[in-house]
């Protein structure tokens, strides 16, 4: 009788009112304690209300039984299938819904619905899928920002596919601390030619200055990501040759560099060589095995001599480069190459000496760069530190000195620029 009477007001009642009486009617069906036909009278009538007009009726209404384990299926549905709030509410609580219905709400609903499903907890793999495939911007970003979705790596690469070009996209991906290798390859590639572009449609730089400088960026960026511990060597190494970056001067970069693993892991790719062996003939003396791997990984002539020499100098670098003030060992091992170098009078020995020297005037750019950073820093310390001195400064000269004497009379010892700061105190 009550629901009756109910559904008779509905019809005359103002929105507001109808929407908090709904919200109390389907919290009363899930808690309180009625007979079957109670119960049976009070789910037609919430089914009624889905035809309401007002909105604020259908949220009300999901507000109430979005996240109930006993909610009717068919008022869920229901509410997805109204749009809006309501259903953006009803996809992102409830765990009633399967698979197939949440893949089918994100086709077909708003961005607002694909959303809610991208933040839904623990997504399956096959929604996160499909939102990669047909998900707005917003809802992607949402879905790689989720860190309990199950996201497979070609949902991201998909992702990646559609929208790399938009920053915050690049950012949510950049931000998970679970990224493929190759997902990460494929973001440093994408943002290379973005401020590649950028700086020749400024005018700043040349096409062709722009294109050897993002080549420089993206060498050093290959070698960072080769080197990074969370990631699984021989998976980087295959998506650098997959990209085009496992180049033979990739190779003779990470041998400067003393990342003889990621230099053996190189040549047993590009030679399809056993990496135990290639790992071996390194830390041998013997020259022709190592040459001969050097060959079948497709290292040209006039760079080959560089190894032998580097991988003798660079034992000694990590010691002399240890007690250097100035040097790392990088630099002292390309010190020690070149002058073993210059010494030779082959044609070829030219060219890589003057490779070489490309590669430590880059080095030494690189590390003026990080200790002129590391001063600035020093700098900034000191300023942030420089009141509080001067004031313990101050209060170490007894007041009626600084108010009696002149300041050309005070003591040598005495900071002026202490007392200036305390007088205006």
Known sequence: MIVRRFLSWARIAPACARADATSALARAYLFANMDEAERYEAEIALTVMLDDPSPLVHRALAEAIASAAEAPRHLLTGLVAQGGEAAALVLGRTRLLSEAELVDAAALGAEKAQIAIARRDALPATVAAALAEIGSLAACTALVRNPSAIVAEAALLRMLERFGTEASLREALLARPDLPARLRERLMAMVSDVLKSFVVERGWLSAERAERLARDAEHRGALTLACDERLDLGDVVACLKEGGRLTPAFVVHALLAGQLDLVAASLADLGDTPPAKVAAFLR?????????????????????????????????????????????????????????????????????????????????????????????????????????????????????????????TLPVAVDLDAIAVARAA
Do not use: C
């Open 284 to 408: 041998e003396d013997r020259q022709a095995p190592l040459r001969a791997v050097l060959k079948r990984a497709g290292i040209p002539d006039w760079l080959a001599p560089v190894f032998p020499i580097a991988l003798v100098e660079l034992r000694a670098a990590a010691i002399a480069g240890a007690g250097a003030t100035a040097s790392t060992p990088l630099r002292v091992a390309l010190r020690r190459i070149l002058a073993q170098l210059a010494g030779r009078a082959e044609r070829e020995t030219g060219r890589l000496i003057a490779y070489l020297r490309t590669l430590e005037a880059e080095t030494a750019r690189g590390e003026a760069r990080a200790l002129a950073e590391a001063m600035i820093a020093l700098d900034e310390e000191a300023l942030a530190t420089e009141p509080h001195d001067l004031a313990l400064a101050a209060n170490a000269v007894p007041k009626h000195e600084l108010e009696l004497q002149p300041l050309d």
